[in-house]
């Protein structure tokens, strides 16, 4: 399950963590929905007092900088403000003394955003940063407790935010997003999953190598089939970027095609069979035995020939 989505700064300008430079208008997180936001100049001194926080946050060293900022601004912060303060916490460790979840700032700031989610205040961008950072912040020793019931309400009220802004996500937001849910094992609802998927398939010819292997990692660690047309998106995919993956790229699109009940297409695999055997020198053990079990699998349960790559998979293995 290691197989992490970045996320992309702030609508304030913040630093694109996304590969490459983009691709048309989403390759690189500035797509449809990405500068979303705040008020504006109009807002005057709010405004001001909510940009200047938001680079005090970008700016502060350590988590209990960020949290005494929170904490002194709780209700000041703006959904721009929440989303960086969550983003730049899952940048770092936490290492706070009892824990994340239990300190009183953090507890104000998804209370923060909760209400901001209910209330319908989180555009495209902020709302992927957000839900991609709290399941960081779930991985390793970084402290949440998905358990605490700040954080289920919180989550519960950013689930139900998606469905109204996923038609403006771009491709990394939209893979990211998925990512999140998969990270917190925690399908979304009907209407969000449908709107992912709907997005998906708007997305897809932007999506690069990472976002296309975030995605299929999403719905194969939810145990959820893609749709006829977000299967044939994803699989369009992976044609074009099999040989832009990494080898931990490689390895959780075979392992995400090897759960699926139905079978990739055959330029799909023959790209994805390329790939691999380009870049087997280069990837780890850890992806190589992935990749072996995933094409055996494909080849018993689906029928799928073995790839020309198998052979030297399985004694690199």
């Known amino acids: 399950g290691g197989y992490g989505g970045r996320d992309s700064g702030s609508s304030y300008g ?22 979303g936001g705040i008020g504006g100049p109009g807002d005057g001194n709010k405004f001001l007092m909510n940009v200047q926080l938001n680079m005090a946050l970008t700016d502060a060293d350590n988590s209990r900088d960020i ?41 104000g700031l998804l209370r923060r955003a909760r209400d ?37 309400e919180t989550w519960d009220a950013l689930e139900q935010a998606v469905a109204p802004v996923a038609r403006d996500m771009w491709p990394q937001a939209v893979a990211n997003t998925m990512y999140a849910f998969a990270k917190l094992e925690r399908a979304p609802g009907y209407q969000s999953w449908a709107a992912l998927e709907l ?13 296309v292997s975030n ?6 660690k939810l145990e959820r089939s893609p749709g006829p047309q977000a299967w044939a998106a ?39 069979d390329r790939a691999v055997a380009g870049g087997l020198r280069r990837m780890k053990p850890h992806d190589v035995a992935i990749t072996v079990w995933s094409f055996a699998t494909l080849a018993a349960l689906r029928g799928v020939p073995l790839p020309a790559s198998y052979a030297a998979t399985w004694r690199e293995a």
Do not use: C
């Open 14 to 35: 913040g630093r694109d963590a996304s590969r490459g430079g983009g691709r048309g208008g989403g390759r690189g997180g500035g797509g449809r929905g990405g500068g």
């Open 199 to 211: 997005a998906v398939v708007r997305v897809e010819p932007q999506m690069n190598a990472q976002d």
């Open 234 to 272: 994803l699989d369009r995919g992976v044609l074009r970027e099999a040989s832009e993956m990494n080898s931990q790229e490689l390895g959780i699109t075979v392992w995400a095609l090897g759960k699926f009940e139905k079978a990739p297409g055959a330029h799909a695999m023959a790209a994805l």
């Open 215 to 220: 995605t299929l990692y999403a719905y194969s």
């Open 67 to 107: 949290l005494t900022l929170v904490g002194n601004n709780l209700d000041h912060l703006n959904q721009v403000n929440v989303s960086t303060a969550f983003s730049r916490l899952g940048r770092m460790g936490t290492n706070l003394a009892g824990g994340l979840t239990t300190d009183h700032a953090f507890q």
């Open 116 to 152: 901001l989610a209910l209330d319908g205040r989180f555009p495209a961008r902020e709302l992927a940063n957000t839900v991609h950072a709290i399941a960081r912040l779930h991985h390793g020793d970084r402290g949440l407790d998905p358990g605490d019931p700040a954080v289920s």
